[in-house]
T-cell receptor
Framework: GQQVMQIPQYQHVQEGEDFTTYCNSSTTLSNIQWYKQRPGGHPVFLIQLVKSGEVKKQKRLTFQFGEAKKNSSLHITATQTTDVGTYFC?????FGAGTTVTVRA | DTAVSQTPKYLVTQMGNDKSIKCEQN?????MYWYKQDSKKFLKIMFSYNNKELIINETVPNRFSPKSPDKAHLNLHINSLELGDSAVYFC??????????FGSGTRLTVV
C-alpha cells in the first residue's frame, strides 16, 4: 500500500541553526500537506503544496514539492524555541512518522 | 468558538468496557475523519465520512463503530476495550485547500 516516509525522526537543533526534514512517498501525490504538533497539542495545518517543483515560504519556513511530486521538504532557518514540536507531512490521507524537533538555547 | 470539538479530553477505563467519543465541527465541512495517534506519535487514519456516508474504513477492528448522525457530527464507539486501544484519538474535518482541522484529541487509557 501507499506509504509516506519522513526523516529524520528526531532533530536536536541549537537555537539559531537551520534544519531540514524530508518526506518521501511511494506513489505520486496530487498534493502534500505539512502540519505542526506542539507537545501535548493537536496537529495544526501549515501549508499545502500542489504543483510540481512548487516552493512556498512562511517567514522562516520554506516548503518544497519535488518535480516528480513524490517528495517534499521543510527547511527552517534560524531555529527558535517556538519551533519546538513535531512536524508531519501528509499525502493521500497518509501521514509521515513526523520529525520531533527540540531546541537547545 | 472551537472549530472541531471532541469530548471527552481524557478517558480512563478498564479492559472490556464500552466507551464513546463525540466530535462536532462548525466549519461546514463535508468530510470528517477519525485518526489514532500512538505513543510514537504515528498518526493512522481509521475512518472517513463524507456527508454522513462512510467512505474509508482502514481495516479497523469491528469493535470500533463510527456513527455520523449528520455531516457536522462524527462519533466513535468502542466495544470491549483492550490495552492496545490506549492512544490519542483525533477527530478532524476537511474542506477546500486548507488541510485537516483537528480537534484537541481524546487521550484514552485502558487499564
Amino acid at each position: 500500500g501507499q506509504q509516506v516516509m519522513q526523516i529524520p525522526q528526531y532533530q536536536h537543533v541549537q537555537e539559531g541553526e537551520d534544519f531540514t526534514t524530508y518526506c518521501n512517498s511511494s506513489t505520486t501525490l496530487s498534493n502534500i500537506q505539512w502540519y505542526k504538533q506542539r507537545p501535548g497539542g493537536h496537529p495544526v495545518f501549515l501549508i499545502q503544496l500542489v504543483k510540481s517543483g512548487e516552493v512556498k515560504k512562511q517567514k522562516r519556513l520554506t516548503f518544497q514539492f519535488g518535480e516528480a511530486k513524490k517528495n517534499s521538504s521543510l527547511h527552517i532557518t534560524a531555529t527558535q524555541t517556538t519551533d519546538v514540536g513535531t512536524y508531519f507531512c501528509a499525502g493521500h490521507r497518509r501521514f509521515g512518522a513526523g520529525t520531533t524537533v527540540t531546541v537547545r538555547a | 468558538d472551537t472549530a472541531v470539538s471532541q469530548t471527552p479530553k481524557y478517558l480512563v477505563t478498564q479492559m472490556g468496557n464500552d466507551k464513546s467519543i463525540k466530535c462536532e465541527q462548525n466549519l461546514g465541512h463535508d468530510t470528517m475523519y477519525w485518526y489514532k495517534q500512538d505513543s510514537k506519535k504515528f498518526l493512522k487514519i481509521m475512518f472517513s465520512y463524507n456527508n454522513k456516508e462512510l467512505i474509508i474504513n482502514e481495516t479497523v477492528p469491528n469493535r470500533f463503530s463510527p456513527k455520523s448522525p449528520d455531516k457536522a457530527h462524527l462519533n466513535l464507539h468502542i466495544n470491549s476495550l483492550e490495552l492496545g486501544d490506549s492512544a490519542v484519538y483525533f477527530c478532524a474535518s476537511m474542506g477546500g485547500d486548507y488541510g485537516y482541522t483537528f480537534g484537541s484529541g481524546t487521550r484514552l487509557t485502558v487499564v
